[in-house]
């Protein structure tokens, strides 16, 4: 069974610093890997996305992600950090199997960013 | 021009009591999901309707059923309502050939 690891419950960053969120998965086949936000009281945003291709995919708000299927690692950064990123931050994985299986999350990072 | 929403998105009921909680997209998204998130903000997958089908069923209690009158539509009816739903339910749906999900604001579910 598919599985993903955030091993950063709370990460504090001061605002301007960069950032690096670390997510590893586990699955058989290729992944499809994605990251997603959740700022407090909404509802999860789509940051961006790996099927395929180049290893570091771009999204918006200025993150980016790098996939390492070495160290199975899809880890989250961005080089500079705003108040307003501070949310809960989850990566997941998807079936590549082309079935209607649902997203399986990790518990999430809580970013907490100082001014 | 909301691309998943949810009603409610807050609802308070005591235990025993029946409710529902719809959900409605207008992607033209082919297959819709239910997640439970629970009070450590861990998401989990419940269910997914795929031309109102039934495609998975995760452990979840019979209490829980997904209704699915059309494509655009999925809505989740619990019956006998106990503490341990308290959760935030998310709706979210994707399109075929593509494995992005997009997710509804929520409905935050407190069971007393």
């Known amino acids: 069974a598919q599985s993903v690891t955030q091993p950063d419950i709370h990460i504090t960053v001061s605002e301007g610093a960069s950032l690096e969120l670390r997510c590893n998965y586990s699955?058989?086949?290729?992944?499809?890997l994605f990251w997603y936000v959740q700022s407090p009281g909404q509802g999860l945003q789509l940051l961006l996305k790996?099927?395929?291709?180049?290893?570091l995919v771009q999204g918006i708000k200025g993150f980016e992600a790098e996939f390492k299927r070495s160290q199975s690692s899809f880890n989250l950064r961005k080089p500079s950090v705003h108040w307003s990123d501070a949310a809960e931050y989850f990566c997941?994985?998807?079936?590549?199997?082309?079935?209607?299986?649902?997203?399986?999350f990790g518990k999430g990072t809580h970013l907490i960013i100082q001014p | 021009d909301t691309a998943v929403s949810q009603t409610p998105k807050y609802l308070v009921t005591q235990m025993g009591n029946d409710k529902s909680i719809k959900c409605e997209q207008n992607l033209g998204h082919d297959t819709m999901y239910w997640y439970k998130q629970d009070s450590k903000k861990f998401l989990k997958i419940m269910f997914s309707y795929n031309n109102k089908e039934l495609i998975i069923n995760e452990t979840v209690p019979n209490r829980f059923s997904p209704k699915s009158p059309d494509k655009a539509h999925l809505n989740l009816h619990i019956n006998s309502l106990e503490l341990g739903d308290s959760a935030v339910y998310f709706c979210a749906s994707r399109r075929d050939n593509s494995y992005e999900q997009y997710f509804g604001p929520g409905t935050r579910l407190t069971v007393t």
């Open positions: 997941a994985v998807g079936d590549s199997g082309g079935g209607a299986d649902g997203l399986t």
């Open positions: 790996y099927f395929s291709g180049d290893t």
């Open positions: 699955y058989g086949a290729t992944p499809y």
